[in-house]
């Protein structure tokens, strides 16, 4: 992660595409995407942050597809002055029990020597960075829905 870069005035939408482009060759196998975008404006944030914390939900949500091919929908939207994005999955869904877990360090599920746990905790450090919100809703055995809130103006969101 670059930590050296600045806040620019960014595309989201342009950080989903070029992120699906990384991850296509992941994917392919595992899941149709389905997009549901709105237009969006630019919102001012740190780029490859941002995109960072959508690769990290994106191959969370491959991973917790199954053997049988599932769908990840990608949505976004703009309510006032925030801009938000979904990452939905038709994956295993998360046991409640966990729920509350799935942000702190280290936390996981996944063999060792796949997963670190540090996905979701470094995208809550960069989302709140941003002054911004994720949340998620699941349901065991039908799948999980991931929403990232951030507002388009850094300076306000601050004050
Ligand atoms: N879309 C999802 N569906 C089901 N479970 C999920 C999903 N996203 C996250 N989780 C659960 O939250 C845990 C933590 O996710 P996180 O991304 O922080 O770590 P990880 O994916 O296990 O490892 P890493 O991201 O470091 O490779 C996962 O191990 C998994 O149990
Ligand atoms: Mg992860």
Redesign the pocket.
């Known amino acids: 992660m670059d930590s050296n870069q600045e806040w620019q005035w960014a595309n989201l939408q342009q950080g989903i595409e070029s992120t699906l482009n990384i991850v296509a060759n992941e994917l392919k196998y595992k899941a149709d995407v389905v997009k549901e975008y709105q237009v969006l404006p630019e919102i001012e944030c740190l780029p490859s942050q941002i995109n960072q914390v959508i690769m ?1 939900l994106i ?3 491959s ?2 597809i199954g053997p049988e091919r599932g769908t990840i929908t990608l949505r976004t939207g703009l309510e006032g002055e925030t801009v938000w994005i979904e990452v939905a ?1 038709t ?4 046991e409640p029990q ?1 729920l509350q877990k ?1 942000f702190d360090p280290f ?4 063999p060792i020597g ?8 470094l995208s809550y450090g960069i989302v709140k960075k941003h002054h911004g919100d994720i949340s998620v809703r ?1 349901e065991v055995g039908a799948g ?1 829905t ?1 929403r990232v809130e951030l507002p388009v103006h850094q300076t306000k969101a601050a004050a």
């Open positions: 990290n191959v969370n949500a991973q917790a999955d994956g295993s869904g998360i966990c799935i936390f996981t599920t996944k796949q997963g670190t746990g540090l996905g979701l905790s699941s999980t991931f």
